[in-house]
């Protein structure tokens, strides 16, 4: 498999980081179909809120919530679908080619092509040296680089989804007991609650618990899949590292896993992976350097 020097090669090579701004690209896409599915579910809450039951226009925000939750299983869904399927696609590339790791046209397809991916890499607009050094890569002996890098992959994903499932779940519970309490406090029916609250923010609504539920799908897998990535590591007679034939067999069944879990949910916000980034990267760096302590290179 690869070594320490061949993985931070590879990563800062110019072909990784042009995949790595593909990658970008293709999210923001995605993200921008998120945040206007989330702006106008906004919107339309809070107009329901506004309006109120008692209005003439209650009736029409009513149904303009309804529809716009039409609107977004049948429209909005399949288009952020879209680019996140290229998205996860981009990803594997980048990590198969910097890991060393077989391709799996059975699981993931074809590859995408490099004309597209210097299309899409063409229109990023960011800072690339936030894209250099994707990976802590551990000064470890082989295998131990390799599988410090997909238990990154796992640890790192399944702590900051968690954060924001949590986050999501918080807004909901938030929303939904700011309608009862102001039902009861303005000694409205039931049938008020639910057509001038909860029927307007039905995207809203929709859109918190089918955010919350993968998040929280995505990061029961990656625990489970990190718990066997750790016991591997853990265990010194593991046949996974006695054996490269078996080695190759289990990263590519982990970077499987990694690529079905990220078809479900596509990264999160830029902003929000920053705002615990240091913090995140400090405690696995103290990973690292136990792993370089217990399995130094020769």
Known sequence: MTSTHRITDR???????????????????????QT???????????????????????TAVALGGTLWAAVYKMVMEPWAERYLRIA?????????????????????????GEDEVSRLSRHFRGDEDRLRGYYLVANAAAPYDLLFCLEQNLAWGSRIRLRFAQMTLFM???WSVAGVLLTLATGA???GLVIGWFVPSLGLLLLCLGTY??????????????GLVRAVVDEHSSPVIASPAE???????VQDALYHMRRLQPRLPAWYFQRYH???????????????????QS
């Not at 990563?11 to 179909?33: C, E, P, W």
């Not at 906004?42 to 226009?57: F, H, N």
Request: proline share 3%; no cysteine.
């Open 11 to 33: 990563q800062d090579s110019d072909a990784a980081l042009r995949l790595l701004k593909a990658v970008a690209v293709t999210h923001s896409y995605n993200q921008r179909a």
């Open 36 to 58: 206007l599915s989330f702006g106008v579910s906004i919107a339309l809450a809070v107009a329901g809120l506004l309006i109120g039951p008692g209005s003439r226009y209650g």
């Open 88 to 112: 996860a696609t981009l990803q594997e590339r980048f990590d198969t080619d910097v890991l060393g790791l077989p391709w799996n046209r059975v699981v993931v397809g074809d590859r995408v």
């Open 172 to 174: 909901l519970v938030l």
């Open 189 to 191: 029916t039931v049938a």
């Open 213 to 226: 539920r993968i998040q929280m799908a995505s990061t029961r897998d990656r625990l489970r899949v990190l």
């Open 247 to 253: 080695l190759t067999l289990f990263a590519r069944q």
């Open 278 to 296: 240091d913090e995140d990267r400090s405690d696995f760096q103290v990973r690292m350097r136990e792993l370089e302590g217990r399995f130094p």
